[in-house]
Structure formats: structure tokens, C-alpha cells
């Protein structure tokens, strides 16, 4: 088969949470470009109304967008099963949503710390859970796609002008191992997991750590800059097509070299 066929995913579905803005909405391109029927999840509706309408204007895309709350461990269901009547069974599970907290770890309110670990680690669980039961165990095939951190592959840097991040780093350490664990229990039913780490990208969530320090973060790392708009595209498509077919449990930092460091 040629490369161009291996990486082709049309006649397939995908579901993107997170997917309307940032690192998200740069995987639903990828996806679409390759040919994939996208659905984002968000909880906003303009955002995902913005983020239709960017897909469609740049690529011709009719993705559809699914409000949702993962915060709400009983929206989560009804949303799968939606996006599955909508578009079909999902083979691609991109679990991008995510939030974060600074503080100092004897300040950090319990709030906050649940807040994070329950979207970045149980909302993800819920979701996989559902998709796997509904559509990828039964059909003995799927690939799932779990955005991490490279603040989940180490402790981080101390630095005067960022405040810790202990709830954000740890439960990106969490979904590092969840990837791994799950590949393991999932490879036998012909289901690929693995995780995209990133290092510093420019999103919403990274907004005021790069307002005081992006031009030294982008000095730090190997390739002397930090994540653009198209440097997720590659490993996304290879992932989450049969050009990944022997790749699994694995965590590929998108990183610019920082963590070869």
C-alpha cells in the first residue's frame, strides 16, 4: 500500500474533545484533512460555531460540534451516543480538553485541584470508557489519541515568573500512564492508544506563561522556537491512520527537543 493510502482516513469518524480552539482545533484539521467525518467537543457554543466555520472556510469540512460539559460525568454518555447517530460508529478518539491551575502547592484550594484532575484524567477515562465499549471493542478495531504534557514526563523548571502547576503536571503524568496501561489491555482487541506530548505551544492556556517568558522558553529548546500552528498535523495523521498501525503505548513529545535536554 502506498504512503499516501496508509495515511488516508477517509470513510472514518473521529471525535475531538477539546476541539474547538488551540491544539484541538489544529488536530480536527489534521483529521479532516486526511479525510476523516469530525465531531468537536466543547462547552461553548460560539466557539464551536467559530470553529465549524473555520474548518469550513479552510478546508471544505462540514464537521459537526457537540456542546458538552465534561466536567458532567452524566453528559458524557448522551454525547457519544449523539455523535455516533450523527456520523457512525467513532474509530478516531482524540482526548485533547484540559484545563489547568497555578499556584503554590499549600495555597492550591481543593476545588481547583479536583477541577483539574477530574477533567484532565476522569472526564478522559469516561469518555474513552464510552467510545470503547460503544464503538471499538465491539468492531475490534479504534485508535485512540491522548493529548499529554511534557510537564507529565518530569517535575518541570522552578521559575520566578510561573507558578507551580502540581494538579496540571500531575494528571498529565496520569494520562501518560493511562496511555500505556490501556494499550496493553486494548491491544488485544486491535485498538492502537497512544499520546502526543507537547512542550510549549502558543493557546489560551499558555497565555500568561508566554507573555513574561515566551522569548526564553523558545531560547531553551534545541530547535530555538516553540510549537506552531502545523507542528501536530504530522504525528496526529500518522497516529490515527494505518501508518500507526504497529505504534502503540507510546508518548511522542512534540517538544522541539526540550526534553532530549
Known amino acids: 500500500m502506498s504512503l499516501k493510502a496508509l495515511l488516508d482516513l477517509g470513510g472514518r469518524t473521529a471525535l475531538v474533545t477539546g476541539g474547538s480552539r488551540g491544539l484541538g482545533l489544529q488536530i480536527a484539521e489534521a483529521l479532516c484533512e ?54 457512525g460508529p467513532i474509530d478516531i478518539l482524540v482526548n485533547n480538553a484540559g484545563a489547568t491551575w497555578g499556584a503554590a502547592t499549600v495555597d492550591m484550594p481543593l476545588d481547583a485541584w479536583l477541577k483539574v484532575i477530574h477533567l484532565n484524567l476522569t472526564a478522559m477515562f469516561l469518555v474513552t470508557q464510552e467510545v470503547g465499549r460503544r464503538c471499538m471493542l465491539p468492531r475490534r478495531q479504534g485508535r485512540v489519541i491522548n493529548v499529554a504534557s511534557i510537564l507529565g514526563l518530569g517535575g518541570g523548571q522552578m521559575e520566578e515568573r510561573r507558578a507551580p502547576t502540581l494538579a496540571y503536571n500531575t494528571s498529565k503524568g496520569g494520562v501518560v500512564n493511562f496511555t500505556r496501561s490501556l494499550a496493553v489491555e486494548w491491544g488485544r482487541h486491535n485498538v492502537n492508544v497512544n499520546a502526543i506530548a507537547p512542550g510549549f505551544f502558543p493557546t489560551r492556556m499558555t497565555r500568561g506563561v508566554l507573555e513574561s517568558m515566551g522569548d526564553e522558553l523558545a531560547r531553551r529548546a534545541p530547535l530555538q522556537r516553540m510549537g506552531g500552528a502545523e507542528d501536530l498535523k504530522g504525528i496526529v495523521a500518522v497516529l490515527a491512520s494505518d501508518a500507526g498501525a504497529f505504534i502503540t503505548g507510546q508518548i511522542v513529545a512534540v517538544d522541539g527537543g526540550v526534553t532530549a535536554m
Request: with cysteine; hydrophobic share 50%; glycine share 4%.
Open 34 to 87: 486526511q479525510g476523516a467525518r469530525v465531531a468537536l467537543v466543547a462547552r461553548k457554543d460560539d466557539e464551536l460555531a467559530s470553529a465549524r466555520k473555520h474548518l469550513a472556510d479552510t478546508l471544505g469540512a462540514d464537521a459537526i460540534t457537540l456542546p458538552c460539559d465534561l466536567s458532567s460525568a452524566a453528559a458524557i454518555a448522551p454525547m457519544v451516543e449523539r455523535a455516533q447517530q450523527a456520523l
